[in-house]
């Protein structure tokens, strides 16, 4: 199973950018895809999650509104649009999979039973 996060760069408050997450060796139909982010010294935190066959879709309160998560089970890849972006966007970005993952757990990152490597997201005030 690999997941490749790509999409990074640096942007202008305000700016948008589309992350994608290629994932290969299991498929959308089973798997809920999830993005979180991590900033040094922190925990890594949950940002957005698509549940299997795109059932439901979960944010989180600091994102809400701002970013779109999406998939195409054709090209088995997740993206993670993210718009009126802010300086506290600024993380590393990962996409993880797992194999069910409900309301209330989305967002813990020890569920998770694969990740990609990361990309990263700089947001300039």
């Known amino acids: 199973v690999q997941l490749q996060a790509s999409g990074g760069g640096l942007v202008q408050t305000g700016g948008s950018l589309r992350l994608s997450c290629v994932i290969s060796g299991l498929t959308l139909d089973w798997y809920a895809i999830a993005w979180f982010r991590q900033v040094p010294g922190k925990e890594r935190e949950g940002v957005s999650c698509v549940s299997r066959s795109g059932s439901s879709t979960y944010y989180s309160d600091s994102v809400k509104g701002r970013f779109t998560i999406s998939g195409d089970n054709a090209k088995n890849t997740v993206y993670l649009q993210m718009n009126s972006l802010k300086p506290e966007d600024t993380a590393v970005y990962y996409c993880?999979?797992?194999?069910?993952?409900?309301?209330?757990?989305?967002?813990?990152?020890?569920?998770?039973?694969?990740w990609g490597q990361g990309t990263q997201v700089t947001v300039s005030s």
């Open positions: 993880a999979a797992d194999f069910a993952v409900y309301e209330s757990t989305w967002s813990e990152f020890t569920g998770y039973d694969y």
